[in-house]
């Protein structure tokens, strides 16, 4: 009988993903969409001209994203805080992990065409149409959501409810929630009016309303969401986010050679970098495990050493230097 491996999925098996050497430029004014959460004016490059002509993508390595854990901790950390990185660490970003908006396959266009006009997208370059460029409002946008999933989890897992009463919001009076919806600037609550409204029965669904979290809690006079609704629809949201990256992945399976014996490996494909990570924090989240957070910029990370406490040796130098000229102001007062 062959000896049973211990992972369930020999990195050979998993779907490799392509590193790039990429280059930023200015955005084109047809490549924002009318409203974007998180403002930022680079778009990040990384096609080329091959010899016969045809616009391929400039990749200088293949990796496992599926094996590597440190993935979607720098992608929230680098692009989901709000500030995002200069050039040099974005750069360095492709270099490593590639493109996130690729689709595998380059017969779908990328995910964030679909924010804009029809008329800006007839507007577009090849070399956008072909997804060989993404702008990085729409990767902190994605990094945004997950780093909200991500903060979600965390805090139900420590059971912090006033943080995850925080992230969800409050429930306006006299109404019921129905479910929540994730988007870039924060978690939204869907109600619905737990009276039926004078005058007749309610069409279903048709008072479903949506409001940003930050919203409800600052205008309508809103009850706390009771513990047990904490739990159930901040699970559910998490829930809901995985499912959804799991049905743009499959399974893929391979002949895998070794001495002159074939067997067949299970592994995964997956439609893009967003997918591949949210399905590693999936098994992150079904082992029940956390990021270790940064000292000094407070970041979720993974780390290469067992008593790593810091993302990033510059982040780490970053946080002596601000303590040390901390120390010597309040030594000079
Ligand atoms: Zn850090």
Same mark, same amino acid.
């Given at each position: 009988m062959p000896k049973a491996k =211990? +992972? %369930?999925? =020999?990195p050979s098996g998993n779907g490799l993903w392509m590193q790039v050497e990429a280059a930023i430029r200015p955005l084109e %004014? !047809?490549?924002? =969409? +009318? !409203?974007? =959460?998180i403002p930022d004016d680079r778009m990040v490059c990384f096609g080329e001209k091959s010899r016969g002509g045809l616009l391929v993508p400039r990749w200088v390595g293949v990796y496992s994203p599926l094996d590597t854990p440190a993935l979607p901790a720098d992608f929230m950390r680098l692009f989901g805080r709000g500030k995002l990185p200069r050039d040099p660490r974005v750069l360095e970003f492709y270099r490593r992990y590639g493109p996130v908006s690729q689709s595998k396959t380059l017969k779908d266009s990328p995910v964030w065409l679909s924010r804009l006009s029809t008329r800006a997208r007839s507007q577009l370059s090849a070399e956008a149409r072909q997804g060989l460029c993404e702008p990085l409002w729409w990767v902190a946008e994605e990094a945004r959501r997950m780093w909200l999933c991500y903060e979600l989890y965390r805090s139900l897992l420590q059971e912090d409810l006033p943080s995850v009463r925080a992230l969800l919001g409050e429930v306006p009076q006299g109404e019921d929630v129905r479910g929540t919806r994730l988007s870039p600037i924060g978690i939204s609550l869907l109600t619905a009016e737990a009276e039926p409204r004078p005058g007749g029965r309610r069409r279903a669904g048709s008072a479903a309303l949506e409001r940003p979290a930050e919203r409800v809690s600052a205008q309508v006079p809103g009850r706390p969401l009771t513990d047990e609704e904490c739990c159930r629809w901040g699970w559910r949201l998490l829930a809901d986010r995985l499912t959804a990256a799991q049905e743009q992945s499959s399974v893929n399976w391979l002949v895998d050679e070794e001495e002159g014996r074939y067997r067949l490996v299970k592994g995964r494909r997956f439609r893009d970098l967003v997918v591949a990570m949210y399905l590693q924090l999936g098994e992150m989240m079904d082992r029940g495990e956390l990021y270790r957070t940064c000292r000094g910029c407070g970041g979720p990370f993974w780390p290469a050493r067992g008593k790593q406490r810091f993302c990033d040796p510059r982040c780490g130098d970053a946080y002596r230097q601000r303590r040390f000229y901390r120390r010597s102001r309040t030594a000079d007062s």
């Open positions: =211990p +992972s %369930p999925l =020999p %004014p !047809w490549e924002q =969409p +009318s !409203w974007r =959460p």
